[in-house]
């Protein structure tokens, strides 16, 4: 199966939604997220251009939410856009990191998985940034299926191939690399990019120009990373986190069930829309979860996805860890331990 990502004009892609099971599939951030976690795939090789420790931050947070048992990103380190701080982000999380510098610029932009059974692979025009997952206009192709379909055979052996000559001719990060790449050159802090870009702006005399060949397309906001201040923002509301207008109209009581905490404030739009889901139907899956976990006080995932199907004769969704978000971020009524299926998941709510 195939599908394609355009990033930035729209959010309805259809081709790459309906692969990872999912309906929120607005950027490569999303479909990086939604993959992740995806029990079919245990590991993950990014290789990347260019990085930034928000972009870092990203696929950190993604990979702690999610169910791989290994993450490896191979990075470049050319045209001075790598910053030293998504290095040492990278070496201090539980990435494997690895930096690739060669005789001309190293420009690649894949994220590959493996699972014992299956593949898939997003090749596009996204850096490890945060732009590049989320707000920048960018576009990529997803591919996904069995590693035995014949039609696969010659593409997997040919990512394999390619991941491993950069495995081989790169270098592992480490400390001592990170402070030699800074002596040369090589790398930046993003606070002397930031300096070195408003520098090179000041010596510019010419006036500031808005063409009328500019487009007029909003960027779209990155979901806030665990610890920061949101950037995603509702309308009028710039720079502030995403706001839920009124809960009047909603009904947070439920039967044999402690009142849903009222939240108006989130992280991220994604956050605010699977709240919505909890507080207007009463019987959708984020509502059968919530029961469940209070009934059992305590349950691992694998088991919760098991009772789904039992109770609700249902395929368990893409959306399943995005319901599961909004009782541990959001009501707060749930605590997590572990990882994949045998992360332990606590009733913690009234």
């Known amino acids: 199966m195939y599908g394609f990502l355009g990033q930035g004009f729209s959010e309805d892609n259809k081709s790459v939604a309906s692969i990872v099971d999912s309906e929120d599939i607005d950027s490569i951030g999303a479909a990086l997220e939604a993959t992740i976690s995806d029990n079919s795939f245990t590991k993950a090789t990014v290789v990347v251009a260019f990085a930034t420790a928000a972009g870092v931050d990203h696929l950190t947070q993604m990979t702690s939410d999610g169910n791989l048992k290994s993450c490896t990103v191979h990075v470049g380190v050319d045209e001075n856009v790598t910053s030293r701080d ?7 999380s539980t990435l494997n990191g690895h930096v690739y510098h060669g005789q001309t610029t190293f420009h690649p932009k894949l994220f590959y998985f493996e699972g014992p059974d299956r593949i898939r692979a997003i090749v596009g025009s996204g850096n490890l940034t945060q732009d590049g997952l989320f707000s920048n206009y960018e576009a990529a192709l997803l591919l996904d299926g069995p590693k035995d379909e014949p039609s696969l055979q010659a593409a997997v052996e040919d990512f394999e191939s390619y991941i ?4 081989t001719h790169g270098n592992q990060l480490s400390e001592s690399l990170i402070a ?12 002397a990019q930031r300096e070195q870009r408003a520098a090179s702006s000041e010596s510019d005399s010419s006036e500031p120009k808005s063409p009328s060949y500019r487009t007029q397309v909003p960027r779209q906001s990155p979901p806030a990373t665990g610890g920061n201040e949101a950037t995603t923002t509702t309308a009028g509301n710039e720079g502030g986190p995403v706001i839920l207008d009124e809960l009047d109209q909603y009904s947070l009581q439920r039967p044999d069930m402690p009142a849903i905490p009222a939240v108006r404030q989130f992280k991220t739009k994604t956050d605010r829309e ?25 349950i691992t ?31 707060n009524e749930v605590d997590r331990e572990g990882r994949g299926d045998d992360q332990r998941l606590e009733w913690t709510g009234e």
């Open 86 to 92: 998504a290095l040492e982000s990278i070496h201090n």
């Open 164 to 167: 491993e000559s950069i495995r």
């Open 274 to 298: 699977y709240y919505e889901q909890l507080i207007s139907d009463r019987d959708n899956q984020v509502n059968v979860m919530r029961r469940l976990i209070r009934e059992a006080s305590t």
């Open 301 to 331: 995932k694998g088991e919760l996805k098991q009772q789904l199907r039992d109770r609700r004769d249902a395929t368990i969704s893409g959306s399943f860890d995005a319901d599961l978000r909004v009782l541990w971020r959001s009501t």
């Open 180 to 191: 030699e790449l800074a002596n040369d050159g090589m790398v930046m802090t993003e606070s």
